[in-house]
């Protein structure tokens, strides 16, 4: 398209053209010139028409069209969460009932339980790879690597999102025998709805455009994880831990407001299915408000931490261990690579075997739901206690704690076996090659972890730990501390308290939550291990700077200076009309690099394209001896690096000062750029040598 | 001292200065030579040395010495501010005390009522002025500009922060009638403690030194209102806010760290003060959880939003006024200047005047201190309903809700008078030259707001606003929602809403409180209106550059060519050693730039100073004709701006990438440099332009 220009003719007709093209305002293209044959109804249509305008100016002059789609995005993404979990619960409901009504026969009960979830793991796996191969997974790790600014192809297609919306709605609906979650691949597709809203924003706005992909992505990974939770604030803490290095106070604002935006939809279209009576929380929880803990529990709530730390480091490593097993052994791998259908319907099958409710599902309260676990969890009344005086508890209370303490089988076998089985299961169903969120199961693995350490002390001080005031112990709280701690420190993130906190509206344990957070981050961060996303940001090789530096720290030290590509078409300031025609015939670059000569190098400036297609035009009947230095103006280069700035320092400069090239000189001479597609480059060279 | 190393002999001490230097480590500094005199107790005194050590270094490999920094600011600050409020809890009872015993002697009274506070104001005025006049203000605006990387002088002196901690309880003391608040101030205490830690850390660290200053500031800033209001994830927030541009996420985990620190020590301490049973909030409250609000007063939240905006213009309106009224009318500012402990007596005397309770302070509740205002108005029952009921309320909440509705003078009479008199009391205390902070009365009135919208409402629908459900109004949450609103269009910030869920721990209200905040926002924040503080820094003049930006967005686009200074000494390639040394005894920087020559000055790189003496030392026997570009290694400088870089870009760039100094070229060429100092320069230059 480019090539149009080279003459003089095309170059008149470009004008005009550029011409028209600004007098088509955003404002103006809602007008149908009336050279357009006849039309039924027109003074109606033109009424309408000038009534639409009008509200569009309106909605401009009180907010910026970006607010406009931040707010269409928070309510599209919580729409998209709340029919997802409407289909999931009809799909599970309808696995209860088939598996309720077969009563009485075993084999028939046995082949509901593992067939159900096989098949909707194989459709999921086979409907994601056949449509979109890359919508497998979380899709967190790619994000992150995305919003760095290193392009991926197809992460944020149209196709990836449908399949991934599918894909997702069978995950889950295999329910808690293959215990999955929905938190990654949600803000995976919450990305794929900003990365699509961006480009109508960017077509609408033209060259005005303001804000740029990224803002939008970091925008989308905050509604991402408050459509799913009705969380806002845990959502723009996730966007500000997932950003990398640097996060813009700019996208503060807009990150609470289309937060803000999602969590409400939510919350209100839970009000009017009648789910739920007024805005609430998800999760509602009863703990004792007057006097939620003794102050010496808060030791206990340390000691949680360090447990939560130190068996989020056996799951990590286990996790890292088995996924590079996938990759490395001969059988499997060939196994995954052919046949990923066979593979899914394999593994959920050997997982429904285990959890089937007349084996060892029988010991894990295997038929409750990844809702009900979690509620069961966090419900604040002692388990054991109860088993004295069941009668007390309320209709659904009874049934959840039924299922956790069946007959001849005590609160703390069922939570032990949880426990200890679940860890190795859920390591299991991480291999699954389909579209799948992490968080949820790690959140309640870390609720059990913590319900155990309570209900025990609950049995060892029935009374409370201090016997001066009248306050028992909660393992409610436990549970929600412990749950905090143990996904925080599979994560490196501190979002999961703030999660927590907002899942259950339970703002009196903050202090405890926090602490323990806090503490078993610290056990899961020591010794440089990396976390879950990075773990598989490292297996996948994604080009994630970030990941690598804190898997290999010397790698921050790398320089640029390998990595620096020649800067295409270089100009030098003697150069005559002839050769710039030259350049512009066989260049389509939009700027050029002007140096004092070719032989010195010496960076000059740049000049744009335009500027040299106007120069043409001016000089076309005139001497072309003219030299390039005498009559366009070179513009300085605003930012140089030296091929000694490390990698790191050029990643975060890029990404703060949103640069997509940058120019490296060497005592003043042009080396070459740095454009993000070397960014990538060298990143992959760098994972490469971990 | 630089002077020293030029010739031989010192050189050569030098080395074997830098040698001990390097054998000192700061394990070994606590091992005292042997050679001293005796001293008793030497094998007790040993073993306990040996103890101290172990114990130091197992603390370290526990943890970097910083995170002890972080934990001690914590708990510092914390102590401070529960020492501040038990001091200031004090001095207000016994001036209630004084008045109550005066009852019936209403000339006494006057005389107490007005007194008091104007003595306490005096004194505030006259410390602080006498010992650090850098102390007087909220110190909020300073804090910015120091943590966006200007250096302001004394503004983080140790005895800054002895004058602003006693001007500040001082201030306290004077209670409701000048209504001034804490947290601003604390905000700066902090960071001088914050400062000081990071002295101490910095020396115990030597050249090894990991954080900077900034950063240590930006989890001080964190702390101050985590102290302050035992509210960590408010604080956090706040010093995202606060920090200007780009976050570094790298603080994130301190910040928060520090900030639990803080909040569970100041709560801690309330427990063993017996003040509270356990680990709690600030202000209790009891609002229903099962129904907290209907669904449609949602859009009565947002109304109160677009008014709390509202009011909010105006107060920055007046504020803004009053300032520059006070800095120039002559009159008073010549007052001010030469009496600056009269006027505040005068205002003082004056405030005290419109709210004695004989007077005007009858309708306005103003025997209340500012935690009683805030407590009664975050009291969930209708005030209205009860004046015909009063006997059902507790004895605590009975005094509060008669002081709020006397004989005679109905609630809405009483929230009235006290929102109409109050702004403007306001206003007129925020002239006052003390240390003082203006975020909790902001919060109060925003709460006296919300409060008489929700009493009203409580009033036209007494059985609630659908009548399907039997939830009646809760006025304490809409004075929850009105001071968070307020308060974050005030000071053009989010944090304020998730400080009024962690003052009172309702998270029942979370998404009505961060929707009102956004929309307040939005209205505060339209037609570039400065905040408050972006108000006091452009009033004051202060270096700030992003504040300046808001104000007048054309700035953005300013270029630093005009600021660039030249580079100081600079080398030539060619340079002779005799040359080299006449540059070594005639400057003491620390680097120096190397050009080509004088006449073409095309930036090679850098030497430092220690490249230069080694130079010296192994050429001083050898020929002198030696050039510096044959015998010496030159550094490509690793980032370079050109003069047509904006100041923005440049701000931006210095403060992310930590850079001290950066070089300016044009064409390759050397201009100059810009450092923090000029960048200041720059930026008191663009303030005298707005």
């Known amino acids: 398209m480019e090539q149009v220009y080279v003459s003089c003719t095309s170059l008149d007709e470009n004008k005009r053209q550029q011409a028209s093209a600004q007098s088509e305002t955003t404002q103006d293209k809602l007008i149908i010139c009336n050279e357009r044959p006849w039309k039924p109804w027109q003074p109606a249509r033109s009424r309408i028409r000038g009534c639409a305008m009008r509200v569009q100016r309106a909605m401009l002059s009180l907010a910026g069209l970006e607010w406009y789609c931040y707010a269409a995005l928070g309510v599209l993404t919580a729409l998209m969460s709340f029919w997802i979990d409407l289909t999931v619960a009809k799909l599970l409901r309808a696995h209860q009932w088939l598996y309720s009504r077969l009563e009485g026969h075993v084999l028939l009960q046995f082949l509901c339980w593992t067939l159900y979830p096989a098949c909707l793991c194989t459709l999921s796996t086979s409907f994601s790879h056949s449509i979109c191969p890359q919508s497998a997974g979380s899709g967190l790790p790619e994000m992150r690597t995305i919003i760095s ?47 699509y809203l961006h480009r109508l924003y960017a077509s609408a706005c033209g060259k005005k455009q303001r804000r740029t992909q990224g803002e ?70 009863s703990f004792p408000a007057e ?30 261990w088995i996924l590079r097993f996938v990759r490395t052994n001969k059988f499997i791998s060939r196994f995954i690579a052919t046949e990923k259908a066979l593979y899914s319907a394999t593994v959920a099958f050997l997982l429904a075997i285990v959890t089937f409710p007349h084996s060892a599902g029988y010991y894990m309260a295997s038929q409750l739901t990844m809702k009900q676990l979690l509620s069961a969890l966090l419900d604040s009344t002692q388990w054991n206690s109860i088993s004295h ?22 609160v703390f076998k069922s939570l032990g076996c949880f426990i200890l089985i679940k860890l190795w299961l859920l390591v299991l169903a991480c291999t699954l090659p389909l579209p799948a969120g992490y968080f949820m199961p790690v959140f309640i693995f870390g609720a059990a972890l913590g319900r155990f350490l309570g209900e025990g002390l609950a049995y060892l001080f029935p009374n409370g730990i201090s016997s001066e005031t009248l306050s028992v112990i909660n393992p409610g709280g436990y549970a929600l501390v412990g749950a905090a701690a143990f996904a925080g420190a599979v994560t490196h993130t501190l979002s999961p308290a703030l999660c927590a906190l907002e899942l259950t509206g339970q703002s009196t344990h903050v202090v405890p939550i926090l602490i323990a957070t806090l503490i078993s981050n610290a056990v899961s961060r020591s010794k440089h291990q990396p976390s879950f996303y990075d773990g598989i940001s490292l297996i996948k090789k994604l080009p994630h700077l970030l990941s690598l530096i804190r898997a290999s720290p010397k790698l921050s030290l790398v320089q640029i200076g390998q990595f620096v590509v020649p800067a295409g078409t270089v100009l030098q300031r003697s150069e005559k009309v002839t050769g710039v025609q030259n350049v512009l015939n066989n260049s389509t670059e939009f700027e050029f690099p002007v140096v004092d000569t070719h032989e010195s190098p010496t960076l000059l400036g740049t000049v744009t394209r335009e500027q040299l297609q106007a120069l043409m035009l001016e000089n076309q ?61 060298m990143i992959e060279v760098l994972a490469e040598e971990i």
Not at 169 to 194: D, E
Not at 292 to 319: D, M, R, T
Not at 393 to 408: A, I, N, T, V, Y
Not at 637 to 653: D, F, G, P, Y
């Open 621 to 681: 009947n005139e001497d072309l001896s003219k030299s390039l230095g005498d009559v366009c103006l070179i513009r300085p280069v605003k930012l140089q690096l030296s091929t000694e700035t490390t990698v790191k320092q050029a990643h975060c400069i890029m990404s703060v000062v949103r640069e997509e090239r940058v120019f490296v000189t060497e005592r003043g001479k042009l080396c070459g750029i740095i454009t993000w597609q070397e960014m990538k480059k």
């Open 291 to 320: 006097i939620p803990y003794q102050p010496s529990e808060i030791l206990i709530f340390i000691f949680l931490g360090l447990l939560c730390g130190a068996v989020s480091c056996v799951y990590l490593f286990s996790h890292r």
């Open 389 to 410: 005086n069941a009668t007390l508890l309320g209709e659904s209370h009874q049934f959840l704690w039924q299922e956790w303490s069946p007959p001849g089988v005590s």
């Open 149 to 195: 600014g290193v392009q991926l192809p197809d992460y944020l297609s149209l196709s990836n999102l449908f399949a991934k919306l599918v894909g997702l709605i069978c995950t889950l609906s295999a329910g808690s025998t293959v215990f999955l979650g929905k938190v990654g691949p949600f803000v995976h597709l919450s990305n794929m709805v900003g990365a």
């Open 216 to 285: 939008m992505l970091v925008v989308a990974s905050a509604v991402g994880v408050s459509s799913c939770f009705g969380a806002p604030i845990s959502g723009v803490l996730f966007s500000i831990e997932v950003i990398g290095s640097h996060y813009s106070v700019r996208d503060y604002c807009p990150c609470f407001f289309a937060a803000v935006c999602g969590a409400l939809t939510l919350r209100l279209l839970a009000v009017f299915s009648r789910e739920q009576e007024t805005v609430t929380v998800l999760f509602k929880t």
